[in-house]
């Protein structure tokens, strides 16, 4: 089955500053990749994603980008802001059943 | 639009005992299924299903049935429930499945405690 790995697990930086988590995935049949956040207490919300035929997608201050040939994907946070703190979850979707990464807690200190 | 609904969101067990968690979603979506999220561990897949009539195991199906009478409703049951089965219990759904599948809504959760 699909593996998928993401690092780093924690990442802390400054407001303002960028952040960017990266994951990996093992089956090359996998054709969606989103990315869900997580608020404490709450389910994880979908808050960006990219298909397999696209290689980098941008909403605002966050951008996604996919590397077929090397099976990772990356998400990247810019000017981030302390509403930013939160467990951000890559996942990788083959033949519609998605695997998840262990989750990144992101710290945004003002 | 009330989305995917979750029952109980906290439940204490003793083991053995047996319980259903209950998910419902109001979206008219095709695929539902259910996670259990552990720390460290991120999100695994229990049980999913692709319409009514239709289920399937995920990663980590022992100890857990479910079934899918209807397209909205989804429900997890745990026939004899053990410590290891603590953990917090997400259903989720998606409009489509297979190929073409999409974003994944989650419930608010559910926190199981087995004693």
Same mark, same amino acid.
């Given at each position: 089955?699909?593996?998928?790995?993401?690092?780093?697990?924690?990442?802390?930086?400054?407001?303002?500053?960028? @952040?960017?988590?990266?994951?990996?995935? +093992? &089956?090359?049949?996998?054709?969606?990749?989103?990315?869900?956040?997580?608020?404490?207490?709450?389910?994880?919300?979908?808050?960006? &994603?990219?298909?397999?035929?696209?290689?980098?997608?941008?909403?605002?201050?966050?951008?996604?980008?996919?590397?077929?040939?090397?099976?990772?994907?990356?998400?990247?946070?810019?000017?981030?802001?302390?509403?930013?703190?939160?467990?951000?979850?890559? @996942?990788?979707? +083959?033949?519609?059943? +998605?695997?998840?990464? &262990?989750?990144?807690?992101?710290?945004?200190?003002? | 639009?009330?989305?995917? $609904?979750?029952?109980?969101?906290?439940?204490?067990?003793?083991?053995?005992?047996?319980?259903?968690?209950?998910?419902?979603?109001?979206?008219?979506?095709?695929?539902?299924?259910?996670?259990? #999220?552990?720390? %460290?561990?991120?999100?695994?897949?229990?049980?999913?299903?692709?319409?009514?009539?239709?289920?399937? #195991?995920?990663? /980590?199906?022992? %100890?857990?049935?479910?079934?899918?009478?209807?397209?909205?409703?989804?429900?997890? *049951?745990?026939?004899?429930?053990?410590?290891?089965?603590?953990?917090?219990?997400?259903?989720?759904?998606?409009?489509?499945?297979? /190929?073409? $599948?999409?974003?994944?809504?989650?419930?608010?959760?559910? *926190?199981?405690?087995?004693?």
């Amino acid at each position: 089955g699909e593996n998928v790995e993401q690092h780093p697990s924690t990442l802390s930086v400054q407001e303002g500053d960028s @952040a960017v988590i990266k994951c990996t995935y +093992s &089956d090359s049949a996998s054709n969606y990749f989103p990315w869900y956040k997580q608020e404490l207490g709450k389910g994880p919300q979908l808050i960006i &994603d990219i298909r397999s035929n696209v290689g980098e997608k941008k909403d605002q201050r966050i951008a996604v980008t996919l590397n077929k040939t090397a099976k990772h994907f990356s998400l990247h946070i810019t000017e981030t802001q302390p509403e930013d703190s939160a467990v951000y979850f890559c @996942a990788a979707s +083959s033949k519609g059943k +998605s695997t998840f990464g &262990d989750g990144t807690t992101l710290t945004v200190k003002p | 639009n009330a989305g995917v $609904t979750q029952t109980p969101k906290f439940q204490v067990l003793k083991t053995g005992q047996s319980m259903t968690l209950q998910c419902a979603q109001d979206m008219n979506h095709e695929y539902m299924s259910w996670y259990r #999220q552990d720390p %460290g561990m991120g999100l695994r897949l229990i049980h999913y299903s692709v319409g009514a009539g239709i289920t399937d #195991q995920g990663e /980590v199906p022992n %100890g857990y049935n479910v079934s899918r009478s209807t397209t909205e409703d989804f429900p997890l *049951r745990l026939l004899s429930a053990a410590p290891s089965q603590t953990s917090v219990y997400f259903c989720a759904s998606s409009l489509t499945s297979g /190929v073409n $599948t999409g974003e994944l809504f989650f419930g608010e959760g559910s *926190r199981l405690t087995v004693l």
